[in-house]
Nanobody, 124 residues
Framework: QVQLVESGGGLVQAGGSLRLSCAASGHTFSNYYAGWFRQAPGKERQFVAAVTWSGNSIVYGDSVKGRFIISSDNSKNTIYLQMNSLKPEDTAVYFC?????????????????WGPGTQVTVSS
């Protein structure tokens, strides 16, 4: 069993930066992925980025490529999302997720473990 807790959300102006953290407790799997999804009101949960706990494989969603950076610290069982050049359309609840099975990393259904989420609001 894995428990996930996000932190670091808040209110920022467009063009600004925020850093999210996700701390995991319980067992993690070095070669499997943890990731970030986001969900805006009335919209589906959207893939943002994923990284293996070991940090040797990273993927990004198209909407954040070149602006967001995902990383992991396996010694701390923590993943991070550095969000730069934020836009109002990045406003959403950001969820940390983890999976312990192989397969796609792009869909929410692939992940068994979820944090409660943290609100990110970008003002124009």
């Amino acid at each position: 069993q894995v428990q996930l807790v996000e932190s670091g959300g808040g209110l920022v102006q467009a063009g600004g930066s925020l850093r999210l953290s996700c701390a995991a407790s319980g067992h993690t799997f070095s070669n499997y992925y943890a990731g970030w999804f986001r969900q805006a009101p009335g919209k589906e949960r959207q893939f943002v980025a994923a990284v293996t706990w070991s940090g040797n494989s990273i993927v990004y969603g198209d909407s954040v490529k070149g602006r967001f950076i995902i990383s992991s610290d396996n010694s701390k069982n923590t993943i991070y999302l550095q969000m730069n050049s934020l836009k109002p359309e990045d406003t959403a609840v950001y969820f940390c997720a983890a999976k312990s099975r192989p397969g796609t990393v792009y869909t929410a259904l692939a992940y068994e473990y979820w944090g409660p989420g943290t609100q990110v609001t970008v003002s124009s």
